[in-house]
């Protein structure tokens, strides 16, 4: 059983840039969310993806945005990047939406933004 | 926003000690999650109790659940050094979040060789 990678596992960007990060889910699993974890804190929720439509979306602006391909592995997109979006950025994968389905996460994505 | 509390923040303890780490939330929920970080890794997913459960168990691993406080904890029993990591408590939400979960802040948890 394969799971759940991420890439890159480190990234340094520019202010006002825009930055790409993959993600490949458990085999099986079908819905795939992304959390941002700033340092010292708990991971926040950005939105989930199940079958190719995002299917919910945490308190994040637009900038963010995703998108999820036919094989479920998924992308997050953050553009016009800031200073606060420094963080480690984890996916998670999970099975058919299913109530009390536990999350399987990646390493996650550490980008820092200068 | 983050909707579970844990605590203490941070907690040392001689390995071979049980380890308590509390939780609180505030909305109603569909069940309660906790996982372990290691080092700004990935979390791993260690037990989730449902809603209509009070108690469960895996392992060297306690959970409770008490819905009408709103509060859950989580017993490591004889503590291990590679206990070591960060603990994090998740809700998801009811009515239909499904597996949209919300984080606390995480507890430090430290065990002395």
């Known amino acids: 059983e394969t799971g759940v990678t991420q890439s890159p596992t480190h990234l340094i960007k520019t202010r006002g840039q825009q930055v790409t990060l993959r993600c490949s889910s458990q085999?099986?699993?079908?819905?795939v969310s992304w959390y941002q974890q700033a340092l010292g804190q708990g991971p926040q929720f950005i939105f989930q993806?199940?079958?190719?439509?995002?299917?919910g979306r945490g308190n994040f602006p637009p900038r963010f945005s995703g998108l999820q391909f036919p094989n479920y592995s998924s992308e997050l997109n953050v553009n016009a990047l800031e200073l606060d979006d420094s963080a480690l950025y984890l996916c998670?994968?999970?099975?058919?939406?299913?109530?009390?389905?536990?999350?399987?996460f990646g390493n996650g994505t550490r980008l820092t933004v200068t | 926003s983050q909707q579970g509390e844990e605590d203490p923040q941070a907690l040392s303890i001689q390995e071979g000690e049980n380890a308590t780490m509390n939780c609180s939330y505030k909305?109603?929920?569909?069940?309660l999650q906790w996982y372990r970080q290691n080092s700004g890794r990935g979390l791993v997913h260690l037990i989730l109790?449902?809603?209509?459960?009070r108690e469960k168990h895996s392992g060297r691993l306690r959970v409770t659940l008490d819905t009408s406080k709103k509060s859950s904890s989580l017993l490591i029993t004889a503590s291990r050094a590679a206990d070591t990591a960060s603990y994090f408590c998740?809700?998801?939400?009811?009515?239909?979040?499904?597996?949209?979960?919300?984080f606390g802040k995480g507890i430090t948890l430290s065990v002395r060789p």
């Open positions: 998670a994968s999970s099975e058919d939406r299913a109530y009390n389905s536990p999350l399987h």
């Open positions: 085999s099986g699993h079908n819905t």
């Open positions: 993806y199940y079958r190719e439509e995002e299917n």
């Open positions: 909305t109603s929920i569909n069940n």
């Open positions: 109790i449902r809603s209509n459960e």
């Open positions: 998740a809700t998801d939400p009811f009515p239909g979040a499904n597996s949209k979960l919300t």
